[in-house]
């Protein structure tokens, strides 16, 4: 009986805005004998609270201890219901739903050419909003109408029936097919990160294409080539093909140009979309597209007429600072980072239920990369730590690497070095646990190793030793992953130089940028 956050109920009505508790006490008072229910006190209880407390309940004497659990249920079903009921909730699936529902009632009352009528309208939508899954439910139950009341007016109805469930199997097994491989290449991106070696590149693209289904992209609906673009995107991403993952992700984009109208449906997949298009150009060092890209997507999703719900208002908190910071990264305005993390911080907090612990996490490694880049090396640690101490933290294996070597970084720039040599050590344990150890990570151990014997006036020769040594592994398909997370060649500049690591950053992206304008764009 220990507080509980996690508790359901609870999470689903602090959730719930003004609007909706007003909706859910109207619902309920429309029940009449109902205003005094136990469920409606459970709910007025829980909502006062800061935290969920069993105890509290049960000293309120709403419910015995054995009943409880059997009204919680009670109430969240209430709840679900009376969301339902809100226009702001009506979205599309809903509504073809609701069609379906009224059509299969019209038909158990008998009520045939009423029932037909109502498909035909739910029908229509689904297919036009590609909702085929419902589409084929809808069939299904025009195919069970018309068994046992013949529409003698239409001769070829039968045969429309059933032209029209083919067409949706072959179209349904298509997409399944392709969700199917997108789904296996985004958790393996996610689990283990970019592949390390020549076997596992081998590995993945055997997989990929023995379960990429052969099709005509050109005949191809929106939502079949909508996973069709996004099976490639995983596939490249993973096989550090980052070109190609530019292509199939700004091809992602532009769907939603050629079928506007599936911008109201799919709000999810244009921020999705959007998102990795963006991370492709921070992977192939564009800024400028990278800019152009980034505010044209808020644009968007400021447009009054864009989708508005809790999920599409989180994912665009998401993505908006998601790729605010990687563009700093970009262009090494790091101090613009350190005036973003007061609302970032904010907005974690306010979206804390609706992010996984994977998302979280990259954000503070991203916080620590800010910190880091204005050589606040305590700050940059302490939200190095958050990761590190997590001890239940299912994240990019990559990532958790690259945060132990970024932390030993950290320690020797901020003066913690009098427990360098044990940090050394647990690291080199974790990568070899990991099966991480490349050749970037193992120099710069060796690197680190020797500090403590070099003398002041040897470490510019140190560090301009190590530089050469890692300059080579920058082309390298399997090794270059290691510049990708922690940009080693700019700090070791800074230190050669003996100047700012932004300076430093902010000086290539200007040269990557005259570059750019000077040569054939990506297309």
């Known amino acids: 009986m220990t507080n509980d956050n996690k508790d359901n109920l609870f999470i689903l009505i602090k959730s719930l805005t003004k609007s909706e508790k007003r909706q859910f006490k109207l619902y309920v008072g429309r029940m009449g004998s109902n205003m005094d229910s136990k469920f409606l006190n459970l ?15 049960l000293k309120q004497n709403i419910v ?44 158990q009352k008998g009520l ?16 036009s909003k590609e909702e085929k899954y419902i589409a084929q439910d809808v069939v299904e139950l025009e195919k069970v109408i018309e068994s046992q009341y013949i529409t003698r007016s239409l001769s070829n109805r039968t045969q429309t029936l059933v032209d029209q469930t083919e067409l949706l199997l072959d179209q349904n097994n298509t997409c399944s097919q392709l969700s199917n491989l997108s789904l296996k290449l985004y958790e393996r991106l996610v689990k283990a990160g970019y592949v390390k070696n020549d076997q ?69 997949f244009y921020l999705k979309g959007n998102n990795y298009l963006m991370e492709s150009l921070s ?24 989708p508005k719900n809790d999920n599409v208002e989180g994912l665009t908190f998401l993505y908006h600072y998601y790729n605010k910071i990687n563009l700093i990264f970009l262009t090494g305005e790091f101090h613009e980072g350190l005036e973003l993390i007061p609302d970032l911080l904010k907005g974690l907090e306010r979206f804390k239920q609706r992010f996984d612990p ?47 070597v970024l932390s030993l970084v950290a320690h020797y720039e ?9 940090q050394i050590r647990e690291t080199f344990k974790f990568l070899i646990k990991m099966d991480d150890m490349h050749e970037v990570q193992k120099a710069m151990i060796r690197f680190m190793k020797r500090l403590s014997d070099l003398f002041p006036h040897d470490l510019k020769h140190a560090f301009k030793a190590l530089h050469t040594e890692l300059s080579k592994y920058t082309e390298d398909p399997y090794e ?44």
């Open 64 to 107: 015995k201890k054995q009943q409880l659990s059997n009204l919680k249920a009670h109430l969240y079903k209430q709840i679900l219901i009376s969301l339902r009921l809100n226009p702001a909730h009506k979205n599309i699936r809903i509504q073809i739903r609701e069609l379906l529902d009224f059509a299969t009632i019209l038909y």
């Open 200 to 268: 596992e590149y081998r590995e993945i693209t055997q997989f990929f294409y023995a379960h990429l289904p052969k099709v005509d992209l050109d005949q191809l609906p929106f939502r079949e080539k909508l996973w069709f673009f996004k099976a490639h995107v995983w596939y490249s991403f993973l096989t550090q093909d980052f070109l190609s993952s530019y292509r199939y992700a700004q091809k992602w984009v532009a769907l939603f140009d050629e079928y506007p109208e599936m911008l109201t449906s799919h709000p999810v």
């Open 480 to 523: 270059r992953r290691s510049f990708l997370y922690l940009d080693i060649l700019s700090w070791l500049e800074s230190k050669i130089e003996n100047r700012p690591i932004g300076v430093i950053i902010r000086e290539k992206a200007a040269q990557l940028n005259r570059k750019q304008k000077n040569s054939i764009p990506i297309v």
């Open 112 to 127: 045939y050419k009423q029932s037909l009528k109502i498909l035909e309208k739910a029908k229509s939508t689904a297919l």
């Open 414 to 422: 901020a003066g913690f070095d009098y427990h360098l040599e044990s």
């Open 283 to 306: 992977l192939i060092k564009h800024p400028d597209k990278f800019k152009a890209t980034l505010q044209a997507m808020i644009l968007r999703t400021k447009d009054p007429m864009f």
């Open 358 to 404: 994977h998302h979280i996490m990259i954000f503070y490694y991203k916080i620590a990369c800010i910190y880091f880049g204005n050589d606040d090396y305590e700050n940059c640690i302490i939200y190095l730590e958050k990761i590190i101490q997590n001890k239940d933290l299912k994240m990019r294996e990559d990532l958790l690497c690259f945060t132990r």
């Open 43 to 57: 709910f007025h209880l829980m909502d006062k609270m800061d935290q969920y407390d069993e105890r509290q309940i």
